[in-house]
């Protein structure tokens, strides 16, 4: 476990899966951000890139919804491609059943809201000459962020990964940070540029950072593109982003039991046990009959 460059005042910790995510929790918690070396395997990221290529090369760049900060937050040069567990064996078999990776939701989730799932997977592309994007906390898509009373305290209602698929550097828009800002009161100055640091990474190096942290993808000065897959997850008594109702159900009988809460096909509960997404009064994966792998 080490720290990050010293050239930054702000900085956060750089571990790997041998790293527990106990300890990973804590400091997450800490920091807001933690630096993950070998969270993929290079063989898994190459597979899955050339699963989504074909995917990434049909998709139009820019904004893809009419909202104000879509249009802030979207750039022209930008392609977020969702749609991953149709399109990648290898996001819904090997990336969602990433067990390090659940050992971390779980630490963040469990004990103050009982089960989570995806709210959205994409992957972030930047083509040479995007700008850079704002400085941003990804929990503003609830309102109820706003109304937490003590960020120092009170729970996190989302957790990022964001895994580089090609090298993230400072020159071709490496995501930046600005370590420990999930602990700012919400009254607190929104930071400025210079406060954000490059997160540099390696292809399979992942960054995990909660809802409440700024940060923004930086300027692409390079003539390269920058790629990296991203997953969110958040508590299951939220609404997430992307639906995979449509995901036709010979491609979700393949993968696991765990994978499919993830995406929304079995009834889940809250810390209390209280049910969720039920078919009735029962289970919908009892009601509908459906089949799954091992993990």
């Known amino acids: 476990m080490t720290n990050s460059s010293d050239t930054h005042q702000c900085t956060w910790q750089t571990i790997d899966l041998t790293t527990s995510p106990d300890a990973a929790v804590r400091l997450l918690k800490q920091d807001g951000v933690i630096q993950v070396q070998g969270f993929l395997d290079r063989d898994v990221v190459c597979r899955f890139q050339a699963e989504v290529e074909p995917s990434i090369d049909q998709f139009r760049a820019g904004p893809k919804a009419s909202s104000s900060i879509y249009q802030r937050l979207v750039g022209s040069k930008t392609k977020q491609v969702a749609n991953l567990v149709s399109t990648s064996p290898t996001f819904r078999h090997k990336i969602l059943n990433h067990g390090w990776m659940h050992g971390v939701f779980e630490g963040m989730f469990r004990s103050e809201f ?27 898509l609830y309102r109820v962020s706003k109304l937490r009373r003590h960020p120092s305290t009170d729970p996190e209602l989302m957790v990022n990964v964001i895994v ?24 607190a100055q929104h930071p400025e540029p210079d406060q954000a640091v490059p997160m540099l990474l390696r292809p399979g190096e992942a960054m995990v950072f909660v809802g409440g942290l700024y940060h923004g993808a930086g300027e692409n000065r390079s003539t390269e593109y920058r790629r990296g897959l991203f997953i969110s997850m958040h508590p299951a008594a939220m609404t997430p982003m992307e639906s995979h109702h449509h995901v036709p159900r010979e491609i979700i009988e393949g993968m696991t039991p765990l994978a499919q809460k993830m995406v929304g096909w079995r009834s889940l509960e809250t810390h209390h046990g209280i049910p969720l997404l039920r078919a009735g009064d029962e289970s919908m994966e009892d009601v509908i009959g459906l089949k799954s792998i091992d993990g």
């Open 114 to 140: 009982g089960d989570y799932w995806m709210n959205r997977g994409s992957v972030l592309h930047l083509e040479p000459g995007e700008q850079a994007q704002g400085i941003h906390k990804d929990d503003r």
């Open 164 to 187: 580089a698929l090609t090298e993230f550097r400072d020159d071709n828009g490496a995501t930046r940070v600005v370590p420990r800002s999930h602990l700012w009161d919400e009254a």
